[in-house]
């Protein structure tokens, strides 16, 4: 990911110089080919530079440490998801950057997305949301990226909050190792919010990509293509939801109107860059502390219901 980060802030006239710190000297060179990059293998030679702001896009254990490394020197920070592999170290990211008064932004890229922006938009048309449908599909990581439920869940979980505005309440989970012999590679998760209940389904073991949202209303279902970038909308014909008879229904079925919101498509990562830029002159975080380490809790629950075999209820707080 760090790769895509680099490329992605070369293109931005704005950025004048780019700072690449990696301990692989294989992926220092990779990086070396975008414009306005200089490579270091180690962080003390990059901070020498004075950067204004930095992007920690390493594996999750490292955060943390890294993460107050670069906040105790006041950079402007964005972190890619998930924040921290806890809440207890999540929030005390959160505490650090706060006082210290440095913008943190969490890199929950599909919150960029421009399908998903619209859905928010236009979520209203499908009256209360009762049931949401996940599915994420990847083909398996060449590098240890974490269980399927922080790599890949953590981003629908994240969205769903986002679209609905509620965080929830308990999760039941399962896990299972597939073909990563050190993380488990695909996970199930039902997790109960105040007024619905939301179904997630992601793995790393299909041969093809597949990352799809569907919501259920009480006037109608939207259907979201991440990575197409593509958004439906099924309205209930003049809301009816209740028949006279059988063949009413059958009459009635299918004649919904579909709703294709017009909207520009754009790489998410690259829109996540330009905001975070912003932040950095300013301008408030559009996805918070807060909502990251709430995304973080829940996927820490799921896998305790994995581990215990029973529902969990979700915890929000830690004593410390």
Do not use: W
């Amino acid at each position: 990911m760090g790769r895509n980060h680099v490329r992605v802030f070369s293109e931005l006239p704005e950025v004048k110089n780019i700072f690449a710190v990696d301990i692989s000297a294989e992926t220092l060179k990779s990086v070396a080919q975008f414009q306005k990059v200089t490579t270091f293998s180690n962080l003390e030679s990059a901070l020498d530079k004075k950067p204004d702001c930095a992007v920690l896009a390493v594996p999750t254990r490292l955060h943390y440490e890294i993460g107050t490394v670069l906040l105790n020197h006041k950079i402007p920070l964005l972190v890619e998801k998930p924040i921290t592999e806890n809440v207890r170290d999540g929030l005390s990211l959160i505490e650090m950057a706060r006082a210290k008064k440095v913008p943190l932004l969490i890199g929950h890229t599909e919150r960029f997305n421009p399908a998903v922006v619209e859905l928010k938009k236009n979520i209203h048309l499908l009256g209360e949301v009762i049931y949401a449908s996940a599915h994420r599909f990847g083909v398996p990581a060449e590098r240890d990226v974490g269980s399927s439920f922080i790599d890949q869940a953590v981003h629908d979980l994240d969205v769903i909050s986002f679209l609905c505005g509620q965080k929830p309440k308990y999760v039941f989970a399962l896990e299972r190792k597939i073909i990563d012999k050190k993380n488990n590679d695909l996970c199930t998760a039902i997790f109960e919010y105040d007024s619905f209940t939301v179904t997630i389904e992601a793995n790393r073991v299909t041969p093809i990509k597949t990352r799809e949202l569907i919501l259920l209303g009480i006037k109608g279902t939207a259907k979201l293509d991440y990575i197409n970038q593509e958004l439906s909308a099924f309205l209930a014909a003049n809301g009816q939801r209740k028949y006279e008879s059988f063949d009413q229904m059958l009459m009635t079925a299918g004649k919904g109107t579909e709703i294709k919101p017009y909207f520009v498509k754009a790489e998410p990562l690259k829109i996540e860059a330009e905001h975070f830029l912003r932040c950095v002159d300013g301008k408030q975080p559009v996805v918070s502390g807060e909502e990251a380490v709430a995304a973080v809790a829940a996927i820490v629950a799921g896998q305790l219901s994995n581990k215990n075999g029973k529902r969990e209820k979700i915890n929000y707080q830690v004593d410390f």
